[in-house]
């Protein structure tokens, strides 16, 4: 009975271990699992951010290159890697450049305003006259600050991209100042959305400029003027000037509005006055907007004609009130000058028969003197 109960025993020990093994390693299984899912989550979750942090680069490098401006070598132009070189000056070189500069012209460039203003020089040689102002759009590689040297110029230089620049001169390596770009070296095939975008921040470096601007600087600022850039809210101290708008005239848009050729179809062109714009009505507010105005204003014509008929009608019944006025007047004048006739008449007629009265009587008078001395004679 007792090694019966012994065996007894040790089966259950060797149950409950084996139950207790199960279990652990039952455990340790699920443990790993979840481990290894929890790696799985975190990898996956790791790759869609990486992933999404590569689009986003990817996006901002292609919005970046959208209207990339770096200059390429321009197969007329062999020697423009060897043009391209950075003229940034030290900061002896900069003193003496604001103050004794040897050039005509300092330029300054303001980045955060986008307006290039240019000054000559003053009776003591320091450049602190403005002279023009130029709105310009400046990028993201355009330099915040720091003086340069102007070098090299261009009359039509090719851009980045297959597009064109005129006027183009350089500044430091490959920002340069220029025109609005050109499909190609032709004046009628410019960029004209870009052109829209000046006075604000839309090339990828360079300083665009409208072509008079540009051709201005090409024309009048040697080589070696010195160029500066600094960032301010202040535009400066002739202001900011501003671009015409021009996409939305099919017939020009396609030229600079300010470029010299004869062929410019802007020079002499004058906008239509009555001109029917064709609005699309994207709402139904907007539409109702639109009928309501139509209404007022043909409300108010209808007021303003029936103003001008009423003041019609009062202008004719004062014309015949005055001339009843004057009728009558001259018929009250009438009957008075007849009525005076009447009395002058009578007056007359008054006085004769009182002359004739006097006459009688003298002669009666006498008359009687007459007989009575006849009848004295008589008696005697």
């Not at 062999?78 to 030290?90: G, R």
């Not at 064109?164 to 004209?192: E, M």
């Not at 009928?291 to 009423?310: A, G, H, P």
């Amino acid at each position: 009975m007792r090694k019966i109960k012994d065996y007894k025993i040790l089966i259950i020990l060797v149950s409950v271990l084996v139950a207790i093994s199960l279990i652990f390693v039952t455990t340790k299984k699920i443990i790993k699992s979840k481990k290894t899912n929890d790696n799985q989550s975190i990898s996956t979750t790791t790759e869609i951010v990486e992933g999404t942090n590569k689009e986003e680069d990817n996006l901002v490098v292609a919005i970046e290159n959208e209207d990339l401006e770096l200059e390429n070598v321009n197969p007329e132009d062999t020697s423009w890697d060897e043009d391209a070189e950075e003229t940034k000056v030290d900061e002896k070189e900069e003193k003496k450049a604001k103050q004794n500069g040897t050039s005509q012209y300092y330029i300054r460039i303001n980045y955060t305003a986008n307006v290039v203003t240019i000054y000559t020089k003053d009776a003591d040689g320091n450049y602190t006259i403005p002279v023009k102002a130029l709105v310009c759009s400046t990028g993201t590689a355009t330099p915040t600050s720091g003086v340069y040297k102007m070098s090299n110029k261009y009359r039509w230089h090719m851009l980045n991209g297959g597009v064109y620049g005129q006027y183009c001169t350089r500044i430091t390596g490959h920002i340069l100042f220029h025109s609005v770009p050109y499909a190609t070296n032709s004046p009628d095939s410019l960029k004209y959305t870009a052109y829209d975008k000046l006075g604000t921040k839309a090339s990828a470096g360079c300083i665009r400029l409208t072509v008079q601007d540009a051709m201005w600087i090409y024309s009048n600022c040697a080589s070696g003027t010195y160029v500066e850039f600094y960032s301010s809210s202040d535009p400066g101290p002739l202001g900011k000037p501003s671009a015409r708008k021009i996409s939305s005239n099919i017939d020009c848009r396609n030229w600079d509005p300010t470029d010299p050729d004869p062929r410019n179809p802007w020079n002499g062109y004058v906008e239509p006055k009555n001109v029917e714009i064709v609005q699309e009505v994207q709402k139904p507010e907007e539409k109702e907007q639109i009928q309501e105005e139509v209404k007022t204003n043909e409300t108010k014509q209808n007021d303003t004609q029936n103003q001008e008929i009423e003041e019609k009608d009062n202008n004719t019944n004062s014309n015949v009130n005055t001339n009843t006025i004057t009728n009558s007047n001259v018929d009250t004048n009438t009957n008075t000058s007849s009525n005076q006739t009447k009395e002058n008449k009578t007056s007359e007629e008054k006085n004769e028969s009182v002359n004739n009265t006097s006459i009688v009587k003298e002669h009666g008078e006498k008359q009687d003197t007459k007989n009575n001395e006849e009848i004295t004679q008589n008696k005697n």
